[in-house]
């Protein structure tokens, strides 16, 4: 009784503090590009109950797949992927734009609208069988979680989850993700 009691008040914090995470996130229209709204998180990262309560929602969320590994990708998914990685006591590893990573590396390549890109990650980052849940602030399209989903694959990971900030649902990036199970704190 008193542990169901003690979960629906949990349950309706974390509304509360996800409902304020969304009230913080800052909108900048034509960034980078005429036409885009870019998501600015540096609000709720300059807050430190709500970045805290975003990554202890996020956390919460992806300890539900028992992962082994947190896998955050380059750049603003390394800020939420690292403290995740720290609160859930799990190895953190980085993918990231060719060049970037110091080791040897693993890439995979994918199809933008216009042109191609790649994310890479070191060659001993992924252990046969580990379960990965992969860590980004935002979902848009999909195609850098889905990429970053193959490159695990590849590597022979398997993908727990993939875990984010926030959602624009509009986009339908959860299609592009559909053979992974996909969390999100809040959603546009
Ligand atoms: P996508 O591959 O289309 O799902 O794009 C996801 C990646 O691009 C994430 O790493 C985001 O940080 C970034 N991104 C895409 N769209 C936006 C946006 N409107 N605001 C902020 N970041 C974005």
Known sequence: MGGQFARRARAAASGVIADDIRAAVRDVPNFPKPGIV?????????NPRLFRGAVSLMARAIARYQPDEIVAIE?????LGAPVADALGLPLQLVRKPGK???KTAGYDYQLEYGSDRLEIHIDAIAR???VAIV??????????????KLVEQQGGEV????????LAFLDGRHSLARW??????EF
């Open 101 to 103: 990573l110091p080791y």
């Open 129 to 131: 069988g580990q379960r």
């Open 38 to 46: 870019f998501k600015d998180i540096t609000p709720v990262l300059a």
């Open 160 to 167: 727990a989850c993939c875990a984010f900030l926030i959602e």
């Open 75 to 79: 750049s603003r998914g390394f800020l």
């Open 181 to 186: 199970p996909v969390e999100r704190v809040v």
């Open 136 to 149: 980004d602030d935002l979902l848009a399209t999909g195609g850098t979680a889905a990429a970053t989903a």
